[in-house]
């Protein structure tokens, strides 16, 4: 695992914008040359700037990991997952803590959480059957001390179990990996009102677990949603049309970092999640989106929902910059007003 790690840390470092990728890959020579309390140094110099920085603060927790300081990565991680839920990754990095500590069940969570966030997420997939394999270990092992005569056929399985372990290691290496830096990368978007794939071929490896059942049964509802949606009421689709060209707008807007656009597209009366005033919640975004060397965002898999002046807007938004890459379930609730359509709510998962 630490030998994948730093490989991994060094491809980051490489992939971001100028400014944050000299001071990653700077980070990354250290951690390579085994300087772990530099490397510390530089990222808490750079968190000093930035304290809120996702990309910071995830770099800190890998530092933190290479350092043994489990203890201080696991709250790392679990904050960002808490400031950012829509991030896979520190999930996948919490398991893999969670793993080391034999704590199967909480890395059984965490990973569930990755994949839920991101079904196509390869990495938090192969490592959930990974840990579905050290869980069926576990009651493998508990059934032969109950009763060893009755559970022969337990002793066999534990045993291909094991050797199938052993036959995935190398020296300095774990069975659970570790995500240093961005997800793998999506498969291109699906076409509109259609569900994304769980686990697109591309990215399928030998040693993958099976599809999860929580998530497969998570997907249902989705794809009936899916299905209900195709079926238009005669006299909606005009509205419909203008909803998604709303949402379009919108995530041209962003992209574009053309702040007037993207804040008209919002109502005046719009409540920002977590709290937050509609003056500091512009700020905020003002804030995260200038500072930004190129944003891309995609929406695919958009369905629309009509009720008189009220729309829903779902859709899978797939958003890029610099390190941070993801594809996540959006809703945008619609106001139309003078006959415009205007967001009044944004809900992410």
């Known amino acids: 695992m630490r030998h994948r790690l730093l490989a991994t840390l060094l491809a980051f470092a490489l992939s971001t914008p100028a400014v944050w990728a000299a001071d990653a890959a700077s980070v990354s020579q250290n951690l390579q040359k085994g300087n772990l309390q530099t490397a510390l140094q530089q990222v808490d110099a750079l968190l000093a700037q930035n304290p809120k920085d996702p990309q910071y603060q995830f770099l800190k927790g890998v530092i933190l990991t290479e350092q043994k300081k489990d203890a201080q990565a696991i709250q790392i ?44 997420y ?23 001390q109950l009763a060893p005569e009755e559970n022969a056929s337990a002793k066999i399985k534990l045993n291909l179990i094991r050797e199938l ?26 076409p509109a009102a259609q569900p ?17 059942p929580a998530t497969a049964a998570a997907n249902a509802p ?4 899916t299905a209900s949606a195709q079926q238009t009421t005669p006299g909606t689709t005009t509205e419909q049309t203008a909803v998604e060209h709303a949402v379009q707008r919108w995530a041209e807007a962003w992209q574009s970092k053309n702040l007037p656009a993207y804040f008209a597209a919002y109502a005046p009366d719009f409540k920002p999640e977590k709290g937050l005033s509609l003056a500091a919640w512009k700020e905020q975004r003002r804030a995260r989106i200038s500072d930004k060397a190129k944003i891309t965002v995609k929406v695919h898999a958009l369905r629309v929902q009509i009720d008189g002046d009220k729309a829903t807007a779902r859709f899978r938004q797939h958003y890029m910059s610099g390190p941070l890459d993801f594809d996540g379930p959006k809703t945008l609730q619609f106001r139309r007003e003078n006959g415009k359509w205007l967001i009044v709510r944004e809900i992410v998962g």
């Open 122 to 144: 390869a990495t938090a997939q192969a490592n959930l059957g990974d840990i579905y394999a050290k869980l069926a270990s576990q009651a493998y092992q508990k059934a032969l």
């Open 196 to 212: 994304t794939p769980a686990k697109p071929a591309a990215q399928t490896k030998p040693q993958a677990a099976a599809q999860n």
């Open 222 to 225: 989705a794809a009936a949603a």
């Open 77 to 120: 991680f679990q904050s960002l997952t808490e400031q950012y839920p829509e991030l896979p990754e520190p999930y996948n990095n919490l398991a893999v803590l969670y793993a080391q500590q034999g704590q199967y069940d909480k890395a059984r969570a965490a990973l569930e959480m990755a994949i839920r966030t991101n079904p196509s």
């Open 165 to 190: 372990f052993e036959q995935g290691k190398t020296p300095g290496s774990a069975p659970l990996k570790v995500s240093a830096a961005q997800p793998d990368k999506e498969p291109k978007p699906a």
